[in-house]
T-cell receptor, first 115, second 111 residues
């Protein structure tokens, strides 16, 4: 099993450009999440999905859009990149175990720089 | 809005010391509290404590959840340089289907 994979691993964008980050998981997890992590800070939730075809806003959704057309994939889009979106982006997935645990499995991250 | 506060923000100790990391939370529809370790890459899972769990142990690490006072602590005994990392606390809101993370505690263990 590959677990959670993210592409690309690195990207440099100019202000105003657009891009899509792809997250894929092969664990058949229902839940998927996109976070951003800025230096010295924890993970801030951008958008998330509790199942195929559903998405919801997290703490910092502005400037981002997402889609979950297939259960295994969760896409994060930036329509018009801004320097404030320079960050490391992590994707994660989880499932509801019998104990109620939602242990999250994280991808390796995407380092995005917007100049 | 769900909230998780971790303290201290950073900590420097020497090998062999014992450390205690704190996590307090405010969350509606609490389901579980989770601890993660992050070493310059993606976070990895350490512990999960639910409304029915109080203390978890794994080698030199242990964690306690106080449901009444709404906090958890992570203890690391006999610290090693390999314990140097950011430790993240998260709480899961079962109705919303999402976790809220604290800002983390950066632990540095010196030889």
């Amino acid at each position: 099993n590959a677990g959670v994979t993210q592409t690309p691993k690195f990207r440099v964008l100019k202000t105003g450009q657009s891009m899509t980050l792809l997250c894929a998981q092969d664990m058949n997890h229902e839940y998927m999440y996109w976070y951003r992590q800025d230096p010295g800070m924890g993970l801030r939730l951008i958008h998330y999905s509790v199942g195929e075809g559903t998405t919801a806003k997290g703490e910092v959704p502005d400037g981002y859009n997402v889609s979950r057309l297939k259960k295994q994939n969760f896409l994060l889009g930036l329509e018009s990149a801004a320097p404030s979106q320079t960050s490391v982006y992590f994707c994660a997935s989880s499932y509801a175990s019998a104990s109620g645990s939602h242990e999250q499995y994280f991808g390796p991250g995407t380092r995005l720089t917007v100049t | 809005e769900d909230k998780v506060v971790q303290s201290p923000l950073s900590l420097v100790v020497h090998e062999g010391d014992t450390v205690t990391l704190n996590c307090s939370y405010e969350v509606t529809n609490f389901r579980s509290l989770l601890w993660y370790k992050q070493e310059k890459k993606a976070p990895t899972f350490l512990f999960m404590l639910t409304s029915s769990g109080i203390e978890k142990k794994s080698g030199r690490l242990s964690s306690i959840l106080d449901k009444k006072e709404l906090f958890s602590i992570l203890n690391i005994t006999a610290t090693q340089t390999g314990d140097s990392a950011v430790y993240l606390c998260a709480v899961f809101n079962t109705n919303a289907g999402k976790s809220t993370f604290g800002d983390g505690t950066t632990l540095t263990v010196k030889p």
